[in-house]
């Protein structure tokens, strides 16, 4: 009886302790847990209204910073740009160390894109990724340049050696887009000394000026009109279609733009003479 006692009165208080013991890992487990769910508290804001060239490192440090406290470790290289193409970039090194590229919107950013900016450039999440190209979209106004002193002027230039590009504009408005194109359209610089490129940019668009530059090697003899009626009617179908962002990116040639684009006349054959003569285009 005694031994039954003793085994009877030792059970009970082993069991008393390892269950006081549970209880207080899983209290230590929850204030863990809930530390970790706690949103980290960010560093005080700067405002970014009016601020002259000498603010403008403590603005980008202030940033570096609020992103920095979300970042599961690693170091943190922050630059900040104007650039209109490329919203967001990141470059992930060993150690871990993001070297990272943000568009000037971002200063403003609240705590919870600035979480959403850490968790995108530490790992890539695909839900933070859906997060800051909402806000993009919402920011898009400010994508411009960089501002400048005094905005170059333009000279427009459409008669050339061989064609006349307000001609080929005109004709091409008329056909496919209603005459409801509103651009202008130039031919760009000429001069320099003629050599053999490794590659050239045979047309362009500029959203804020509205306007169409044609590369002068397609005023040649030998290039066929409907070579450069490809080629202008492109780049007319930048003012039809939007630019979206994707992952941080603006698309251009959406698959709606690159639809449209394929119901130009000519499209197969301007394709397959330039595969036949781009080394006569680069030569130039």
């Not at 993001?98 to 894109?113: C, D, G, S």
Request: glycine residues 4%; hydrophobic residues 35%.
């Amino acid at each position: 009886m005694p031994a039954f006692e003793q085994t009877s009165f030792l059970f009970p208080e082993r069991k008393a302790d390892e269950s006081a013991k549970a209880l207080q890992v899983a209290s230590q487990a929850a204030k863990i847990t809930q530390e970790l769910r706690r949103p980290r508290p960010e560093a005080p804001r700067i405002s970014t209204r009016e601020l002259g060239p000498a603010d403008d490192e403590r603005v980008r440090q202030d940033l570096e910073h609020r992103i920095s406290a979300h970042l599961p470790g690693g170091r943190l290289a922050l630059a900040v740009t104007d650039n209109r193409y490329t919203m967001i970039s990141v470059k992930r090194e060993k150690g871990p160390m993001y070297r990272v590229r943000l568009h000037h919107m971002f200063l403003k950013a609240p705590p919870a894109i600035t979480r959403s900016l850490a968790r995108y450039i530490a790992m890539n999440d695909s839900e933070a990724s859906k997060h800051l190209s909402a806000f993009i979209d919402e920011h898009h106004l400010v994508i411009r340049r960089a501002a400048r002193r005094q905005r170059p002027p333009v000279t427009v230039e459409t008669c050339g050696e061989v064609y006349d590009l307000q001609e080929v504009f005109d004709s091409l408005n008329g056909h496919y887009f209603g005459s409801q194109i509103d651009a202008c359209i130039t031919w760009g610089p000429r001069g320099g000394k003629r050599k053999r490129r490794r590659s050239i940019k045979m047309g362009s668009y500029s959203v804020e000026d509205r306007l169409i530059r044609v590369h002068p090697a397609l005023d040649r003899r030998f290039i066929p009109r409907y070579f450069l009626e490809w080629i202008v009617y492109h780049e007319m179908l930048h003012q039809v279609h939007d630019i979206p962002v994707v992952g941080g990116r603006r698309q251009f040639h959406t698959p709606q733009f690159l639809a449209q684009e394929r119901q130009f006349d000519h499209y197969d054959r301007a394709r397959r003479w330039e595969r036949t003569n781009l080394d006569r285009i680069l030569h130039y």
